[in-house]
């Protein structure tokens, strides 16, 4: 039985053989005639009914009765109003109960229902919508948030409006990091005009309510004077030539630079010596100097030979540069040595001089008789200092007592971003040659202490242009054992924007490695690398600095803290302060605008932003720690823009060397970039 049905033949029951007493004599005189209510079959309605007293409706209500108000006393009697279908109806009113208003049909409710909207299961919110014109082209760029954040399938789609009417769609991106939904985006969309509105929906009904595109990035540096100078790169340069424009510079404006000797060597464009004993793709031993191949190691020989004699123990003699290693045999005269023997007793038997472990695949095996081999550093560029590098720093101002606001540009953190000194040298090099005959500019140099070191990471640049171009790393070989094997020779090296101290891989964030081989190798500790330390040790000794940009390539990005966190819970490193974020995305609008008033090239609004939030997380790297520990506003430039390419629709990497005119130019813009940060620092006073 249903509870429906249950409920009315108790109410029934109830009602039945207790009618409704009869209104007393002297009472008022009886309720006009109630209407006649009808239900047809199934139908339920709302009812006002006329019942003897409160125990009737008491007992009513016990038994399930659908009661749709407070009900009123009337004259005695108890009016209630009940939900009830046609048989219920009936039941009622055979025991007595009087239906005295048919207050609402079941069917009058389709009328009066307001028009609902579909619920949606999202609801979407622009995170940035702004446009730009370049060239001709406008461009829009959007972010949209999803409330739906678990959901991977949510499509997203923007639809833009034109000035001219015209309209148009395209579709988001979800973008996930660390395992955490971030926002759906798009790269720039081409436009045919200024976009007036934009609106988003998604696959799930969501919307987000219309907003109007702004203006990217809004505004534009002060204009140069007629004859203001520019162009002072002509070619890529190797650290050799970084020196040599630091020397001359110093020598030209001596009233307005000092050269700076950071304190902490490098290891130098040097390896050490190695070889490989054997045939690597049979049996081999690699044989390795101790000290650098340029500390008279290269060009030792090495090899094996059968003493021919039975019974013989491992030997060896080291004289006249030539290392012998003589096998053991066992009584019938046959070598018996394995590879791991000879490279244990020669480690063992010359520690200060050799090292040698077995090439990977080789271990166990008979170790073969091997005519000599030379070992060597393998460096190609000979006509490279083989001596620990001195990195310096240049110093530019006209009072350089500590006295004035600092600014700290610093670049090629990575070796292979070969267009990264040229901005930083055009940068100092516009300083110092308008200072004479522009006013503004020497306005900045006497108020502003500038300090710019070009080359970070001289002895990895050194590989990037004489072995391997594509080298990020420093030239420190931290591996042990079968990573040294030659053949890791392009991936050794310590990343030295993971090796600082400041959310560190060391410290759990993400974005660093332990692998001695790994592109984003953290070293052996924080600072353990003596480029990172140089970095460090000239913004410590110099606490007027309280501006800084890391400037790397490529991507076009414009960035500053946080920039790491760690993995679980996507954790980042303290959020800036409100009023320290606008002052970020402020100075960041400024020097976006300075950028592109060399040739119209836009760093996207949505690569502008932290570091963790616009790029990936970097544990470790040197704007964290210049910020968190020092103080210092500490900004990250990416330069090398994508270019749009019109005929293919398509934007277009540049890469860490394009050809030179385009590193020629994103020297020219970024460096206007940094003007523009020395602007920025002179108000900040
Ligand atoms: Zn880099």
Not at 341 to 354: C, E, G, N, Q, W
Not at 403 to 411: C, N, Q
Not at 588 to 613: L, M
Request: hydrophobic residues 40%; charged residues 20%; aromatic residues 10%.
């Amino acid at each position: 039985m249903s509870p429906r049905v249950r409920w009315a033949a108790t109410a029934a029951a109830l009602l039945l053989g207790l009618p409704f007493a009869a209104p007393p004599a002297n009472a008022e005189p009886p309720a006009p005639a109630a209407p006649v209510i009808s239900l047809s079959s199934g139908e339920h309605a709302l009812i006002r009914f006329r019942l003897a007293d409160q125990a009737t409706l008491d007992r009513l209500v016990a038994a399930g009765a659908d009661l749709a108000a407070r009900p009123r006393t009337d004259a005695g009697a108890v009016l209630a109003d009940l939900v009830v279908d046609d048989v219920r109806l009936a039941e009622l009113v055979k025991n007595g109960a009087v239906p005295v208003q048919l207050i609402q049909r079941e069917s009058d409710a389709a009328a009066r229902r307001p028009a609902v909207a579909k619920v949606s299961a999202d609801t979407l919110k622009f995170l940035q919508a702004y446009w730009w014109t370049v060239g001709g082209r406008t461009f829009l760029q959007t972010q949209v948030t999803t409330t739906a954040t678990d959901d991977p399938d949510v499509e997203i789609t923007v639809t833009w409006t034109a000035a001219d009417g015209s309209t148009g769609t395209y579709p988001l991106v979800r973008f996930e990091d660390s395992g955490e939904y971030q926002y759906h985006y798009a790269l720039p969309q081409p436009l045919p005009g200024k976009p007036v509105r934009v609106t988003a929906s998604s696959s799930l009904g969501g919307t987000a309510r219309p907003v109007t595109p702004a203006t990217w990035p809004g505004s534009t540096p002060p204009a140069t004077p007629a004859g203001y100078q520019k162009d002072f790169v002509a070619a890529y340069m190797t650290p050799a030539d970084i020196a040599a424009r630091i020397k001359r510079l110093a020598r030209q404006y001596p009233k307005l630079v000092d050269v700076i000797n950071l304190p902490n060597r490098t290891q130098g464009y040097r390896r050490t010596a190695v070889a490989y004993l054997g045939d690597p793709n049979a049996a081999a031993v690699v044989v390795e100097s101790v000290k650098f191949g340029d500390q008279k190691m290269n060009g030792v020989q090495v090899r094996t030979v059968d003493p021919g004699a039975k019974n013989r123990p491992l030997a060896a003699t080291y004289a006249d540069r030539v290392l012998t290693v003589r096998l053991a045999t066992d009584d019938t005269g046959k070598t018996i040595s394995t590879t791991d023997d000879v490279a244990a007793f020669i480690t063992a038997k010359y520690p200060r001089r050799f090292q040698a472990f077995v090439e990977t695949g080789s271990a166990g095996l008979p170790m073969p008789v091997v005519a000599p081999v030379r070992l060597d550093d393998g460096l190609e560029g000979t006509e490279v200092s083989k001596k620990p590098w001195t990195v310096q720093a240049l110093r530019i101002g006209k009072v350089r007592d500590g006295s004035r606001t600092g600014v700290l540009a610093y670049s090629q953190e990575h070796a292979r971003e070969w267009a990264t000194p040229l901005v930083t040298l055009e940068f100092a090099e516009r300083l110092l040659a308008n200072y004479a005959t522009d006013p503004a500019t020497r306005a900045l140099v006497d108020n502003v202490d500038v300090f710019i070191i070009p080359t970070v990471n001289p002895d990895g640049a050194n590989y990037a242009f004489n072995d391997f171009n594509f080298q990020r790393k420093n030239l420190v070989n931290h591996c042990a054992g079968a990573s040294r094997d030659p053949r890791y020779r392009d991936s050794w090296g310590v990343d030295v924007n993971r090796n600082y101290t400041v959310g560190s891989y060391f410290d759990g964030y993400v974005g660093g490695s332990a692998n001695c081989l790994s592109g984003t190798y953290a070293g052996t500790a924080e600072l353990s690398e003596a480029e990172s330390r140089n970095v460090i040790a000239l913004a410590s000794a110099h606490p007027n600095i309280r501006f800084a940009m890391n400037v790397h390539s490529y991507g076009g990005y414009f960035m500053w803290p946080p920039g790491s966190y760690k993995a679980e819970g996507r954790v980042t490193l303290p959020r800036p302060s409100i009023d320290e974020s606008k002052f970020y995305l402020d100075s960041a609008r400024r020097i976006v605008g300075a950028i592109a008033a060399e040739r119209g090239t836009v760093t996207w609004p949505a690569y502008t932003g932290p570091v963790a939030d616009v790029l990936y997380s970097a544990a470790g790297n040197s704007a964290d720690q210049l910020y968190y520990e020092l103080g210092i506003d500490a900004w990250d430039f990416e330069v090398g823009n994508d270019r749009w390419n019109e005929a293919t629709g398509e934007w277009e990497g540049v890469g860490f060397q394009p050809p030179f005119d385009e590193a020629h130019a994103e020297a020219q813009e970024y460096a206007g970039g940094l003007v523009e940060l020395v602007r920025i620092a002179a108000s900040a006073g």
